[in-house]
């Protein structure tokens, strides 16, 4: 269970941090940034962050194998990765339509989640 909550919260998380680092690309399509300066948008940028962090921080907490969870510190930081990407893809496909997938990008992709396998490997 704790393994599926650290998951789920880290996925949260990275929706998140997604939006706060690219989502702001976004928007000078919106009516309502025309006139924003780049210190409104950081500051906008931080705030989402901020929600980033509330999910990350417990799902690190909880999830650390030293904590009573049940993955390594190097484990965390895979998934955190692979979700990373992954909700990166999904953000660029549905939001930034002139973005193109390439093979290379998903050749880069499937390079990531053998890096799970392999941290998760017990050799």
């Given at each position: 269970m704790k393994a599926i909550f650290t998951v789920s919260m880290l996925c949260i998380s990275n929706v998140f941090m997604t939006l706060a680092w690219y989502g702001?690309?976004?928007f000078g399509e919106m009516k309502w940034s025309k006139t924003l300066g780049l210190t409104a948008i950081?500051?906008?940028s931080w705030a989402i962050a901020l929600a980033e962090y509330i999910f990350?921080?417990?799902a690190n907490k909880f999830g650390f194998k030293a904590n009573g969870g049940p993955f390594s510190?190097?484990?965390l930081k895979v998934i955190q990765e692979a979700l990373?990407?992954?909700v990166f893809l999904i953000f660029t496909v549905l939001f930034f339509k002139t973005e193109k997938i390439?093979?290379?990008h998903i050749v880069g992709?499937?390079?990531i989640i053998l890096a799970v396998f392999f941290i998760?490997?017990?050799w």
């Open positions: 702001h690309l976004k950081i500051f906008i990350q921080v417990p510190l190097l484990q990373s990407i992954s390439a093979w290379n992709f499937l390079f998760f490997k017990k």
